[in-house]
């Protein structure tokens, strides 16, 4: 499987991520889904940066989940 073809890559800003305890509940949420390939999440940045699939992953789930976390993200 070429998975250049079929990764893509993109940043969310997620304001509400305060510390370490933060960065562990976003990986642990945004990994659980599908066509995730990884998931980094940045306290002092506030910024997640996720590479995935587009034809697996559900952006709009993997958003309403962070937001019933305790992180939205910013549009």
Do not use: W
Request: with cysteine.
């Amino acid at each position: 499987m070429d998975m250049d073809m079929a990764t893509e890559m993109i940043t969310m800003k997620a304001p509400d991520i305060s510390c370490e305890h933060c960065v562990a509940t976003v990986k642990k949420t945004v990994g659980q889904f599908s066509g995730v390939q990884s998931v980094e999440a940045d306290a002092e940045t506030k910024i997640i940066t996720l590479t995935y699939d587009p034809m697996q992953a559900d952006l709009p789930r993997i958003e309403k989940a962070l937001e019933e976390e305790g992180y939205p993200v910013e549009k």
